[in-house]
Structure formats: structure tokens, C-alpha cells
């Protein structure tokens, strides 16, 4: 039983430019949740989407937006980068959006803006 | 607002002996707790949570984890530490009645041999 899968694992890109991150979610699982993870820090809610809409959105610019798909996998886009943006990206999935189930992280995809 | 709030950046402790991972909360209403492991390179791995009923949490890989209302308190414990036990460990509560996790800003667990 394949558990939460994102692509890419590594990307490098230059400030200004844009970037879609890929999730799987564990199977099973309907809701994804993205967050940001800077060097040294815990993770930060982005959003999460649920039948396929963005349910909740922690503080981040409209630079960062998303999709989920009907097969529940999500996309995670970001435009005009800047150093900032820096950071470990993970996804989760969980079954709904309630709070008792807990969710089930990625490894993650680590972007590093030049 | 819910929060959680780790107090120590890094505990050390010798192999075989005791840990605890501190985790303090501050939510309104009945708290849900969670405790997650992040090993380097890699994503959060869950280890237990606290919905309501017995005060200590059993988890995984012998972790448990005890909920004292009166000191607002979540710590993890675990009765002998293992040199892979060393990781970095993050507490967490959901906003509300959503999915949305707040997390502490991590305890980095040091055991050595």
C-alpha cells in the first residue's frame, strides 16, 4: 500500500519563475493539505482541498495557489518565486477534514530558489 | 487561538535511559493533540494522538505520551531510548474543527550510546 508520494524530490529554480509541485495521497485518503517547511522550522499550513476545492488557506500571498484532481491527487503552484519561498514542501493526506484522523505526510520536495 | 509550544530546541539523553519530549498547549475547548517524528530527508511520521479519554496515549514504536489538563501539558515519553530513536519531533493541534495543523517548532532528540 503505496503511502503519500510527491514529485519532484529535488527542484532548483530561479527567482521570478514558477513551479508545480505533485502529490499522491496514501490510498484511501480524499483531503490533501500542503504545507512549507523553512530550514530549522515547523511545518506551516498552505491550504487543503477537499472534493476537489481549497477547504482552508493559512497566510500565504495568492502566489501560492492549487488543484486537486478527481483521483484526489493535488498540485501545488507557485509563481513569481522569490529566495524566500525556499523550503521543504510537504504534502499530507487524511480521510475528510476532520480533526481526528491523523494526517499522513510525504517526504516532501525540496526547492531551493537561486 | 490553538497552539502548541515546545520548549527545549534539543534533548539529550543516553541510550537505555528515559525521555521525555516536552509539548505545551493552549487551545479553547477540548483539546486534540498530536505528536509527529521527522527523520533527516525525510517527511512526518505520526506517532500518536490525543482525542479524549485515557490521560496516557500509547503510539508507535514504544512511544507514548501523557495529557495533564490542570498543566496544559502533551509530553512524550518513551521508557528506554534507542540511538534511532534520534530525530527531530514535533507536537501539534488542529485550528478548530479543521485539518489545518499548528505545529510547535520541533525538539531535536539527540541518544546516544
Known amino acids: 500500500d503505496a503511502g503519500v508520494t510527491q514529485s519532484p524530490t529535488h527542484l532548483i529554480k530561479t527567482r521570478g519563475q514558477q513551479v508545480t509541485l505533485r502529490c499522491s495521497p496514501k490510498?484511501?485518503?480524499?483531503?490533501v493539505s500542503w504545507y512549507q517547511q523553512a530550514l530549522g522550522q515547523g511545518p506551516q499550513f498552505i491550504f487543503q482541498?477537499?472534493?476537489?476545492?481549497?477547504?482552508q488557506r493559512g497566510n500565504f500571498p495568492d502566489r501560492f495557489s492549487g488543484h486537486q484532481f478527481p483521483n484526489y491527487s493535488s498540485e501545488l503552484n507557485v509563481n513569481a518565486l522569490l529566495l524566500g519561498d525556499s523550503a521543504l514542501y510537504l504534502c499530507a493526506s487524511s480521510t475528510g477534514q476532520g480533526v481526528y484522523q491523523p494526517q499522513h505526510f510525504g517526504d516532501g520536495t525540496r526547492l531551493s530558489i537561486l | 487561538a490553538q497552539s502548541v509550544a515546545q520548549p527545549e530546541d534539543q534533548v539529550n539523553v543516553a541510550e537505555g535511559n528515559p525521555l521525555t519530549v516536552k509539548c505545551t498547549y493552549s487551545v479553547s475547548g477540548n483539546p486534540y493533540l498530536f505528536w509527529y517524528v521527522q527523520y533527516p530527508n525525510r517527511g512526518l511520521q505520526f506517532l500518536l494522538k490525543y482525542i479524549t479519554g485515557d490521560n496516557l496515549v500509547k503510539g508507535s514504536y514504544g512511544f507514548e505520551a501523557e495529557f495533564n489538563k490542570s498543566q496544559t501539558s502533551f509530553h512524550l515519553k518513551k521508557p528506554s531510548a534507542l540511538v534511532s530513536d534520534s530525530a527531530l519531533y514535533f507536537c501539534a493541534v488542529p485550528r478548530g474543527n479543521t485539518g489545518k495543523l499548528i505545529f510547535g517548532q520541533g525538539t531535536t532528540l539527540q541518544v546516544k550510546p
Open positions: 490510498s484511501g485518503h480524499d483531503t
Open positions: 482541498y477537499y472534493e476537489e476545492e481549497e477547504r
